[in-house]
């Protein structure tokens, strides 16, 4: 009988508290400390047809208690928002209608402000999502919550730069289900 107590009451406990129900998801390199041969292991750029961009690890200006932070130089944008990006190499699971909250930190260099897009999609036709985010010259925590649109193992989390003549820096990302 006192287990039955117990459960009920953890049960409550859980549906009363979203935040006790989240749950990580576990990724290597998602607060992008991991470097070899001076990159980020599980992370991709690209700058293409046209676009110029410079992908650097940053070990001065990091948000408080990191030690690297990604460091993208945009110059030049390319035709289509995506052909200048970064994206995390490590795919997770996801079922329908699961909520995902992706939280980073970031800021923006320079004269020009920075706008980011955070991407959530899979390999799946349609799967696109993005939410745009306007930086500042200070770190700020930002963050989002995507439903995942179809059951599929090869959900990613990218970051397109939406100005040119900016300098983005990344830091701390963390994806948790909700």
Same mark, same amino acid.
């Given at each position: 009988?006192?287990? !039955?107590?117990?459960?009920? &009451?953890?049960?409550?406990?859980?549906?009363?508290?979203?935040?006790?129900?989240? =749950?990580?998801?576990?990724?290597?390199?998602?607060?992008?400390?991991?470097?070899?041969?001076?990159?980020?292991?599980?992370?991709?750029?690209?700058?293409?047809?046209?676009?110029?961009?410079?992908?650097?690890?940053?070990?001065?200006?990091?948000? /408080?208690? @990191?030690?690297?932070?990604?460091? &993208? =130089? *945009?110059?030049?944008?390319?035709?289509?928002?995506?052909?200048? @990006?970064?994206?995390?190499?490590?795919?997770?699971?996801?079922?329908?209608?699961?909520? *995902?909250? *992706?939280?980073?930190?970031?800021?923006?260099?320079?004269?020009?402000?920075?706008?980011?897009? !955070?991407?959530?999609?899979?390999?799946?036709?349609?799967?696109?999502?993005?939410?745009?985010?306007?930086?500042?010259? =200070?770190?700020?925590? +930002?963050?989002? /919550?995507? &439903?995942?649109?179809?059951?599929?193992?090869?959900?990613?989390?990218?970051?397109? +730069?939406?100005?040119?003549? /900016?300098? +983005?820096? *990344?830091?701390?990302?963390?994806?948790?289900?909700?």
């Amino acid at each position: 009988m006192k287990i !039955l107590q117990l459960t009920i &009451a953890l049960l409550i406990c859980f549906a009363i508290n979203p935040i006790l129900g989240q =749950e990580k998801i576990s990724l290597k390199n998602s607060n992008l400390e991991g470097v070899k041969d001076g990159k980020f292991f599980w992370w991709k750029h690209q700058a293409k047809d046209g676009g110029k961009a410079k992908f650097l690890v940053e070990q001065n200006d990091v948000n /408080t208690g @990191s030690k690297k932070a990604l460091k &993208a =130089e *945009i110059k030049k944008l390319g035709p289509k928002p995506w052909f200048v @990006s970064s994206s995390f190499n490590q795919k997770f699971k996801g079922k329908a209608g699961e909520k *995902i909250l *992706i939280e980073f930190f970031a800021k923006s260099l320079g004269e020009n402000p920075g706008k980011v897009k !955070l991407v959530f999609q899979s390999n799946l036709k349609g799967s696109f999502q993005g939410k745009d985010f306007n930086l500042t010259n =200070e770190w700020q925590s +930002y963050s989002h /919550t995507f &439903a995942v649109k179809d059951d599929n193992g090869n959900n990613q989390v990218k970051f397109w +730069y939406m100005n040119s003549e /900016t300098t +983005y820096l *990344i830091d701390e990302l963390s994806i948790s289900r909700m």
